[in-house]
T-cell receptor, first 114, second 115 residues
């Protein structure tokens, strides 16, 4: 089954404790992206990756890091989480070269930073 | 820069009544348009898309959307809603920018179907 898998689904942590949210897709997609969803703000892009070792900032990159060492994986790293990063996070992928292709989303990771 | 406006944050509607969820966008270049649906505790799923051709596009579960270039709108409609349509709906605009797919989402509209 074609899918985007995120882990964990729920995460509660404390300020300053480094964490990683994993994302993996099995569709051989080149393009992957991270979004955060906040009430009234919709989805905002954090980082995206066009291919292995190619990443770039989205609209709200501050406080986040990503890496793309393999095509299928695109982890999101919070080196020093803060309460304003409490949010619902989604990983998504699509066929990069066909820029009219839709995004495939994971089921989300709800992060709470206390 | 492109932007997407969903005018209604919440839309309550009775079961079997018609509904329209509004979406307007602004962009200086050609765009592709999408509606995504998010059911509780799930990720977003593609509902329908407009790429080119006929301005009226349909989904398999009875939704339709019409691309209106002059009004820069892509409103979503359904003639008769079901309880199972209760979800949040996001309009999205995709354009080719700097060699990659730039997708901008609206803020979402929560559709609440009342029995």
């Amino acid at each position: 089954e074609a899918q985007v898998t995120q882990n964990p689904r729920y995460l509660i942590t404390v300020t300053g404790k480094k964490l990683t949210v994993t994302c993996s897709q099995n569709m051989n997609h080149e393009y992957m992206s991270w979004y955060r969803q906040d009430p009234g703000l919709g989805l905002r892009q954090i980082y995206y990756s066009m291919n292995v070792e190619v990443t770039d900032k989205g609209d709200v990159p501050e406080g986040y890091k990503v890496s793309r060492k393999e095509k299928r994986n695109f982890p999101l790293i919070l080196e020093s989480p803060s309460p304003n990063q409490t949010s619902l996070y989604f990983c998504a992928s699509s066929m990069d070269r066909i820029f009219n292709s839709p995004l495939h989303f994971g089921n989300g990771t709800r992060l709470t930073v206390t | 820069a492109q932007s997407v406006t969903q005018l209604d944050s919440q839309v309550p509607v009775f079961e079997e009544a018609p509904v329209e969820l509004r979406c307007n966008y602004s962009s200086s270049v050609s765009v592709y348009l999408f509606w995504y649906v998010q059911y509780p505790n799930q990720g977003l799923q593609l509902l329908l898309k407009y790429l080119s051709g006929s301005t009226l596009v349909e989904s398999i579960n009875g939704f339709e959307a019409e691309f209106n270039k002059s009004q820069t709108s892509f409103h979503l409609r359904k003639p008769s809603v079901h309880i199972s349509d209760t979800a949040e709906y996001f309009c999205a605009v995709s354009m080719h920018s700097g060699g990659y797919q730039k997708v901008t989402f609206g803020t979402g509209t929560k559709l609440q179907v009342i029995p």
